[in-house]
């Protein structure tokens, strides 16, 4: 899909996609929540904090923008229902998510940090790359080994992506097949300068084409 300037199958940039309110009440409830349970660890992980559905971050307007969304996009929502919702919160002495895919159809992405706290316009997004995993891959093993993702999808294609720049109240909507990774972001100190995203996943993984190997109780 093309808005905003970007015409890549699977990837769809929204801008202004909240109303100032909302966007206002959102921001708010991100930044005041004290469900942040999870911690990543800065080595491993990049470091941030996350708060998830099933565990306290259960807001009535998340919901209701949730379904919203999946109302108003029949085309790209049709058959992919609500799966999973998380915040991350991140710390700009840190990098962010590594490179992953997630099992879901459709990932939208959207962000709520305000952009006087982005010391780098041109960053601090997100890198999705545009090469799709073949259908017979194990989901487990290629989003646990970088190394074999890098090697047999990415490098073949020159690493080919689609780079985001962080916005307040953009929204990416995308493949969740897709592997992608927070880009390097550079945000203010201060708790109110943190980025945070607001991830709602639809729907089962969508996987690349290929030929279905028969299930054990057919063979």
Same mark, same amino acid.
């Not at 808005?3 to 769809?12: L, N, Q, W």
């Given at each position: 899909?093309?808005?905003?300037?970007?015409?890549?199958?699977?990837?769809?940039?929204i801008d202004d996609i909240l109303s100032p309110q909302a966007l206002s009440r959102i921001r708010q409830i991100l930044l005041e929540s004290t469900v942040f349970y999870?911690?990543?660890?800065?080595?491993?992980?990049?470091g941030y904090v996350g708060a998830y559905i099933d565990d306290g971050l259960h807001d009535r307007i998340l919901l209701q923008l949730a379904f919203e969304l999946h109302?108003?996009?029949?085309?790209i929502m049709k058959g992919h229902p609500l799966k999973y919702l998380w915040a991350y919160k991140y710390d700009?002495?840190? /990098?962010?998510?590594?490179? #992953?895919? @997630?099992q879901a159809a459709v990932n939208v992405n959207l962000w709520l940090t305000p952009d006087s706290a982005n010391l780098d316009p041109d960053s601090g997004g997100l890198v999705i790359f545009t090469a799709k995993p073949p259908a017979n891959w194990n989901?487990?093993?290629?989003?646990?080994?970088?190394?074999?993702?890098?090697?047999?999808?990415?490098?073949?294609?020159?690493?080919?992506?689609?780079?985001v720049p962080h916005r307040q109240n953009r929204a990416v909507m995308?493949? /969740?097949?897709?592997?992608? #990774?927070? @880009?390097?972001f550079k945000f203010k100190k201060g708790f109110e300068?943190?980025?945070?995203?607001?991830?709602?996943?639809?729907?089962?993984?969508?996987m690349g084409q290929a030929k279905r190997s028969p299930a054990k109780d057919e063979l």
């Open positions: 899909g093309e808005e905003g300037g970007y015409a890549t199958p699977g990837i769809v940039v999870q911690t990543k660890m800065p080595l491993r992980f990049g109302q108003k996009l029949p085309r700009s002495d840190y /990098s962010g998510i590594n490179i #992953h895919a @997630d989901f487990e093993k290629y989003n646990t080994d970088t190394e074999f993702v890098v090697e047999q999808l990415l490098r073949p294609t020159g690493f080919a992506n689609v780079t995308f493949d /969740s097949a897709l592997f992608h #990774h927070t @880009d390097r300068n943190h980025r945070i995203n607001l991830t709602i996943l639809y729907g089962n993984m969508q």
